[in-house]
């Protein structure tokens, strides 16, 4: 019988085919299949973006979308049945477009600091740095946290889907050290059993994203969270209702069609089995799973490619995406069957 990785490859190969693709289409789109993130296609999610997109011409002219959206996000958030969040109160929230835009607002309100994140971090983020010719490095017992630096980490982290291992001493660092923190808390709405804690002071931003827990990456839907005494440009256009009404009046549809735990529990008894199938480990974000040296045809470097960065994939977790088998479960039920039989 094949070993779980080759296993894995034919099905990824089943699912690539399964639109009819030519040969080479079909090679290059088997190979990416179970990598990057990406939310799942839940067709009760898609029914309901049509809904809300049938009355986009509303949506777009409707004034109170942003703030009805931002308003009700915090208590959508905080309602989940296995995630705790600890001091949200403390904050003062914005729309924002993704993730995306608060990381550029966090980089342009600390231009004299050098930017520092742990190895597995999101590559946008070190893409970026280096666009912009900023001091940064990967925090490291060699490198450790310094006065004047600012940390951008994922929570959960990026390269594991799982909450950093010592992210609680991490914080107690940078409050000694006066250095402000992003958490980007993009993966949060495909969590589960998932603790955050923002009462450290030095935890200057927030950041959510609808991104991964519903497929709108496109219309960029999200919220951020900063301390009230901040006053910057994005919270300019959220003061004077300047910013996208019809992706918040989709994103405003979908939280009160769905609660924040929806996807988490939808999937997680999914997620279980394509790991026992293949010999993977689960992880707390319910669209991930990660492997062992073994699956090392799986790593980052397709990705390191599309960003043009020059590291090293072998430093990163072997991170398995399972949105598309989730996207594809009936492949994926046949070749379970067939496996199974052998």
Not at 24 to 31: D, G, H
Not at 94 to 115: C, E, H, I, K, V
């Amino acid at each position: 019988m094949p070993n779980s990785v080759q296993q894995a490859k034919i099905l990824s190969w089943a699912i690539a085919t399964k639109k009819n693709r030519n040969f080479f289409n079909s090679r290059n789109n088997a190979l990416l299949l179970l990598q990057g993130s990406k939310a799942i296609n839940d067709p009760t999610v898609a029914h309901e973006i049509i809904s809300a997109l049938h009355n986009s011409y509303d949506l777009l002219n409707n004034y109170h979308n942003l703030e009805n959206f931002v308003h009700s996000f915090s208590g959508w958030i905080l309602d989940h049945s296995t995630n705790v969040i600890i001091g949200l109160d403390q904050f003062e929230a914005d729309f924002s477009a993704g993730t995306t835009q608060s990381f550029d607002s966090f980089y342009l309100r600390y231009p004299s600091r050098r930017m520092r994140c742990f190895s597995g971090e999101y590559f946008y983020h070190i893409k970026s740095w280096l666009s912009l010719k900023r001091d940064w490095s990967f925090v490291s017992s060699l490198n450790p946290l310094k006065e004047n630096d600012a940390l951008v980490i994922s929570v959960p982290f990026c390269d594991t889907g799982n909450i950093y291992s010592n992210l609680s001493e991490i914080l107690q660092e940078c409050c000694k050290l006066n250095i402000p923190v992003l958490l980007d808390c993009c993966y949060y709405t495909i969590s589960s059993n998932i603790h955050v804690d923002l009462q450290s002071p030095c935890i200057d931003t927030v950041a959510f994203s609808l991104s991964k827990a519903f497929p709108i990456a496109n219309l960029r839907i999200g919220v951020r969270y900063t301390r009230k005494d901040t006053f910057d440009g994005q919270k300019l256009h959220h003061s004077i209702n300047y910013n996208n009404s019809l992706s918040a009046g989709v994103g405003l549809h979908l939280i009160q069609k769905f609660k924040s735990d929806y996807i988490s529990n939808k999937y997680k008894d999914k997620q279980k089995l394509v790991c026992n199938t293949f010999n993977i480990a689960p992880s707390n974000s319910v669209i991930f799973a990660v492997g062992n040296n073994a699956w090392s045809c799986y790593n980052r470097s397709n990705l390191l490619k599309c960003y043009q960065l020059d590291l090293d994939p072998n430093q990163f977790k072997n991170r398995i995406s399972l949105s598309s088998i989730f996207d594809n479960w009936d492949i994926f039920e046949k070749f379970n069957d067939t496996r199974t039989t052998l």
